[in-house]
């Protein structure tokens, strides 16, 4: 059941029974339990939600841009940072070897086709063209597309993963112009995700994360509540 549902109905219930039981420090305690569920209960609720005639409900919604500014800015400053960027590209596996830039996946999505069509134009253009011309011309090296496509593939990777050229891909990042350029691109990213989120979308996230906490606030509000009106109710009839 829920946690604020809950401390108001027992607050509610003591109340009752109280006045139902004519039993003064019985009641108080109720009310006061009631008044420090209830209070903190619309304070959660004004939060998430604008109440008319209130001042300051509905804070997350009407902030909603200064909010994206701040996880923004939260983001860049501390995950983002160039000490962690330069750290992460000098992080070490479990055996404590340099981590190496896995650039295979990448060079296999790469279009080469352009490579090879630059291929036949050198040939056509070198002394070879005028024999190649005589036997065909530049579509019997057609079958040869897939075959050396496969092979550059192959020799790209092989220098990608070759400790100089790791080296100098880490030395080029390093660069401080090429750290900015870093940072201006993932905050172009981030900034770019964070624009896809609504007041509505943002507003629901908070409540999922934090909301199921704040229902303490009602309940701490109820028992805080409930035990200064004990104490009230036994001050006020002498212990």
Do not use: C
Not at 110 to 118: G, I, T, Y
Request: net charge negative; charged share 15%.
């Amino acid at each position: 059941m829920n946690k604020s549902v809950l401390t108001n109905g027992v607050a509610l219930a003591l109340t009752i029974a109280g006045f139902t039981l004519a039993q003064p420090w019985l009641l108080t305690t109720g009310l006061f339990a009631l008044s420090g569920g209830l209070t903190n209960w619309l304070a959660v609720h004004m939060l998430f939600e604008k109440v008319p005639g209130l001042y300051g409900s509905g804070v997350i919604p009407a902030r909603f841009e200064q909010l994206k500014q701040s996880l923004q800015q939260l983001l860049m400053t501390q995950f983002f940072s160039s000490d962690n960027i330069d750290r992460f590209l000098h992080q070490h596996n479990e055996y404590g070897e340099p981590m190496k830039l896995e650039l295979g996946p990448v060079i296999e999505q790469v279009e080469l086709d352009p490579a090879f069509d630059a291929l036949l134009k050198v040939v056509e253009e070198s002394s070879f063209g005028s024999m190649l011309m005589m036997v065909g011309g530049k579509k019997v090296l057609l079958p040869l597309r897939e075959p050396f496509i496969s092979e550059l593939k192959a020799a790209l990777t092989e220098i990608a993963d070759s400790d100089d050229f790791q080296q100098q891909v880490l030395l080029q990042l390093e660069r401080p112009e090429q750290m900015q350029q870093i940072q201006q691109h993932i905050e172009t990213i981030v900034e770019a995700r964070l624009d896809e989120l609504t007041p509505q979308l943002v507003k629901q996230m908070l409540q999922q994360m934090i909301k199921e906490h704040l229902g303490w606030l009602v309940v701490w509000g109820g028992f805080f509540g409930g035990l200064l009106g004990l104490l009230a109710a036994l001050v006020l009839n002498g212990f």
